[in-house]
């Protein structure tokens, strides 16, 4: 179907020579971004199909209009992705947008401690521009920072990242997206030489031998277990994963090792593999380096050290290498597990060397493949202008710089030379009185962050906090001094790219409520009331800003050049990166593209390489006081991340429980008077939280599961980082467990 546009004034002057942010006159207001308007040309009982806002799978959706309105959704049968599948997020998909809890008009807080009040966006936005401007003017630039997300589109992305640095010269922002796959990022650019996960769906269809790792694909990323349930070739299903989750239920062979004892156990499987010869000696000649470093490090890591740090048998591991061994076509998957790890980056570099070392990688199902977690992480990666340049450049590179620089016609000295702080080191940098001033976008930080407390604490040490966002009740929002309405996912356009690389739509087939505007156009807004509207001029709409982003990728892995417009996304049922000119007319609905099928890695000798290391302590080992390890991660299919959208459906909320439950093994509940349902108490140095029990044998004896669902889970959790990726370690901290009798609930 046609492309939406989104009718603008044309009231932008010609492009002249940037002189950096002044003010300037302001000749545009919110009402020339069509608010109060549906500025969709689509036929009022049309079908037209979108990517799912919610996870990284990138499912496509039918929505179906009946007088205007987007009434129903249906999972689009032809999309490569789904196949006509959804799980109970995407069926649901519309409900969030109907809550009575969106923000409708932007709104202020007078003073700390008191109640935000409606506003207009002449009022906010001056605010906005003159609290920000001052921050900077008495504490330097690089005092106000912002944190983003996964969950808007690329091209709002692109614009907050460019305005951000290019226009308001703020050096330090990063996403919400550091908290589930900056480990993965990593791990990639250093081993293959760019963040590029090589696989295409169809892998999942076409192994022999299926390896998850700290996954549990069959709730977090439900479609993608549907297409393993496709595979026609009986293959084993391997889960390695301390939980016996949903997945590890249905997979064929299930490994509980200890939790963090992953670099250990991997490390021992290489050294098995390569004792019994399951070694792909002409791939790792052809096209790897620093295996013989590699092979001298494992063999230090005996089958009885595997066991006694895992508690996985020789036996088993035997078996577990004959089964990888054997395999034709075997794919390794990981997700949170791996990449939310005291030593995550090096853990999942102990995969991709397996990967490697027994050539299971460039052919069909085969693959290091890490999952990532939101529907735009993949977008975030190469296009937030975070801690990367756009286009997946280089801050660091004076080239890149320039290239950028000239793409974008802005001045280069615009451009910072270095990459931003991390997400921890932002909110260190609050606490230290450094960061003065914050920007936070679309996402939950005051619920999601690990060590909760501490990051609600910097919150208030803030001299000014403004958030952008589509609700006025999240726990972040409690802390602002001023709220941007957004609109939502299917209330604006643009494109997502999800976990295998592949490029689709997302289109306005809803108009907003009251005065919400789309992120992007909250940007442009910002843009003229700060006064450097002349380094953003090309950026008119979010098809133009995808064009520029097309531009900067070219020449790089993640070329997508031959990408000319919206349309041609739609015509083929997204389009995976890299896509360059030359590759535009082979491309069909069916087309998969994996990377590295030449063998061809992106480092300048073109090899992959072997990265190891001595494995490391947790930050908060168990002892007498605290003996127990808390895990957290996903609860249900039906609940997202903070929930500030999936507990807005009365369908979903029937299928996970309303209140925080923790998951206890059944002798260790005998052994603490711990029955089912009774209230505990769970304490960890930081806090202390009241939970159901929920005495069940998916977790081991001595560990603990609490979703991170409910926010309460993360005031328990400890701020350690992979030292590498920064990522946060959700899945370990030393806590207790009691019977809530005779104890206060927290
Ligand atoms: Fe949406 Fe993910 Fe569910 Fe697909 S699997 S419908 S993308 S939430």
Redo the contacts with the bound molecule.
Sequence with gaps: MATKQVTLKKLIPPIRQWEGPKTQRLVRTPGDFGLGQVPVEMKPDATTNVI?G??S???GLNIHMKDGQAVSLTPTTDYPV?MGM??P??WEALTPLQANDRATTPMIREQRGGKLVATDWHNALTEFTTRFKRVQKEHGKESVAFISTGQIVTEEMAYLGALAKFGMGIKHGDGNTRQCMATAVVAYKQSFGFDAPPYTYQDFEESDVIVLVGSNLCIA???MWQRVERNQNNPEIIVIDPRKTETAVAATQHYPITPKSDLVFFYGLAKILLEKNYVDEAFLEAHCEGYQEFYEHIQKFTLDEVEQCSGITPEQMEYLAETIGNGQRVSFWWTMGINQGHEAVRTAQAIINIALMTGNIGRPGTGANSITGQ?NAMGSRLFSNTTGLLGGHDFANAQDREKVADILDIDVSLIPDAPSMAYDQIVNGIHDGKIKGLWVIATNGAHSWIHQDRYKEAMEKLDYLVVQDMYTTTETVEYADLLLPAAGWAEKDGTFINSERRVGLVKKVAKAPGDALSDFNIFRLITDYWGCRDAFASWTSPEKVFQLLTKLSEGQPCDISGIKNYQQIDAQGGIQWPCLPQDVAGLNKDNQRRLFGDGRFYHTNQRAKFIFADPQQVAEPTDKDFSMILLTGRGSSAQWHTQTRTKKSAVLRKLYPQSIYVEIHPDDADDLGIKPNDLVLVKSRRAGVTATALVTPTVQRGQLFMPMHYAKANQLTMGSFDPYSRQPSYKFCAVAVMSAVNTSPS
């Design positions: 799912c919610f996870c799978t990138g499912c789904n959804a799980c997020k995407g990323h439900p479609i529907c």
